[in-house]
């Protein structure tokens, strides 16, 4: 068993050959061809449960409820949704999109959550209209939109929560830290310097959705960052939440009864690198908001969190063909006529950045290794590239591949299964890979291949 990165049904068999859910990766590859999206559906199930039970257990332990949300952005389809709502895990979603597949897959309206920072009004009737258990509200004018639709339509009030960034700045990356100021996603909890007698943007709104009877303020959101492994964000962003709840309260006598914590849940993506464990995070946060809790003086709310990548990360690995296989002699740095040069070796696969953007867009590392055999050969420094028009269609910047590593061979990349296919592009008319679920021996397509039929389907002419 390879352990972190790979999911935990991966074996390398007596041949050599991966075989993941107990199906070989050559049987997979010839019958779904590659690039093809590979999902360990017992992994990810029993990612989803430790998740719900790791919160659930340590927040009990405080006197606290929590619902945990899978965010469905990391990957969402019909199967995924039904088997996390299955597992007891709720849905957050998006967009309307993302909304439709939960809906499609029959999780009840009131488990699904709205997020957005720019809803459409099409997307917040939608979401009224299914009776979605919470909108999560990003700004002073959705207040209002939300409000209006909702009167619109009469019945019941509309149930909110506000999302407010909290000044911690957390996560892998600058782009998917979410939490800092100076960015789009939520309100903030600061005041204008010097005008401390001015209320926060954050204050501001809550104050507004309860002065709407259309809007019921379920609770405070605060999301941090992702791919975070440094958990103690989480705490300090938990404290401010609580602190803005506990002003609230102590200003209209309202006690808001939910926080969500947000998810951003780091993974391994080298070996060598560890997940955040949800029992150690989970009794870490529940500690730290039953001390503040008690030193504000107020009751716990009901929690909720929302991780995507950690559910469904690690469960997926993408499979590739290995195609030209190029020597490149490269500078290695120094000076003169003496600088050192070393040789890197470029293994073009079969997809690249239009399956797994994140190398390019955030500087991400991932690791490969070869599927279809083991091999003696002595390692090379390879960089895995894939079939794109950029110099920076990289797929893992630096491994070492065997030396006789060629054209035919498998290549499988671990975690992939966050943020690959969900942000996968037709970038120079390729058509997205499959999704491939296997469990126990058998394989299931949750998603199919692409086709050119399928993109020049949507070419008028
Ligand atoms: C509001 C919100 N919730 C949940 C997530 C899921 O994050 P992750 O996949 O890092 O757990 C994100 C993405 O960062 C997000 O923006
Ligand atoms: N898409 C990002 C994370 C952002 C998540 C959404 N807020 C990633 O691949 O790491």
């Known amino acids: 068993m390879p352990g972190e990165p790979w999911s935990s049904g991966v074996r390398r068999g007596p041949d050599g050959a991966l075989s993941v859910g107990g199906v070989d990766v050559r049987e997979l590859a010839a019958a779904q061809g590659t690039p093809a999206y590979v999902l360990d559906e017992a ?5 989803a449960r430790s998740y719900r039970r790791a919160f659930e257990t340590a927040f009990a332990e405080v006197g606290a409820g929590v619902d945990v949300y899978y965010a469905g952005k990391a990957f969402l389809s019909v199967a995924v949704a039904r088997w996390l709502h299955a597992e007891g895990l709720r849905i957050d979603t998006a967009t309307g999109g993302e909304l439709a597949v939960a809906l499609r897959a029959g999780v009840p309206g009131e488990h699904v959550g709205l997020h957005g920072n720019n809803k459409s009004d099409a997307e917040i009737a939608r979401a009224l209209d299914a009776g979605v258990g ?11 939109r939300v409000a209006a639709a909702a009167r619109a339509r009469g019945g019941a009030p509309a149930p909110v929560m506000l999302r407010v960034t909290t000044g911690v700045h957390a996560g892998g990356h600058e782009y998917i830290s979410t939490a800092h100021e100076d960015q789009k996603f939520g309100l903030s909890l600061a005041t204008a310097p010097g005008a401390q007698d001015e209320d926060s943007p954050a204050m501001t709104a809550l104050l507004a959705v309860l002065a709407h009877p259309e809007l019921e303020l379920l609770g405070i959101h605060s999301h941090i ?32 009864p939910e926080v969500d914590l947000g998810g951003g849940y780091g993974i391994a993506y080298l ?3 560890v997940s955040l464990d949800p029992d150690r995070i989970a009794k870490d946060i529940a500690a730290s908001v039953a001390a503040t809790s008690a030193e504000l003086g107020t009751p716990l709310p009901r929690f909720s969190i929302e991780p995507g990548r950690a559910i469904v990360g690690p469960a997926g690995l993408t499979l590739y063909t290995v195609g030209t296989v190029k020597p490149v002699r490269v500078a290695g740095g120094g000076a003169g006529p003496e600088a050192e040069t070393f040789v890197r070796t470029y293994v073009s ?29 002595a390692p090379v420094l390879a960089r895995v ?3 794109h028009c950029e110099s920076g269609d990289i797929v893992v ?15 499988a990349v671990p975690a992939t299964g966050a943020y690959g296919r969900s942000m996968a592009s037709n970038y120079n008319h390729v058509p997205r890979p499959p999704v491939v679920a296997v469990a126990e021996g058998e394989t299931r397509v949750l998603v199919r291949r692409e086709t050119e039929d399928d993109l020049l389907a949507l070419d008028l002419g």
């Open 225 to 256: 960052g992702s791919q975070i492994l440094d958990p103690s964000g989480f705490e300090v962003a938990a404290r401010k939440v609580l602190e803005l709840r506990a002003a609230l309260a102590a200003r209209t006598g309202f006690l808001v």
């Open 349 to 377: 696969i079969d997809g690249g950045m239009s399956d797994n953007i994140r190398p390019a867009l955030y500087g991400a590392d991932y690791h490969a290794e070869l599927a279809n055999r083991l091999s003696d050969a």
């Open 43 to 47: 992994d990810l199930r029993e990612r």
């Open 271 to 273: 070996p060598g690198e």
């Open 397 to 411: 910047h630096e491994v070492l591949l065997p030396g006789d590593v060629r054209a035919g061979d498998l290549l």
């Open 134 to 144: 919470r909108i999560i509200v990003d700004s002073l004018v959705e207040v209002e």
């Open 385 to 387: 590239v894939g079939k």
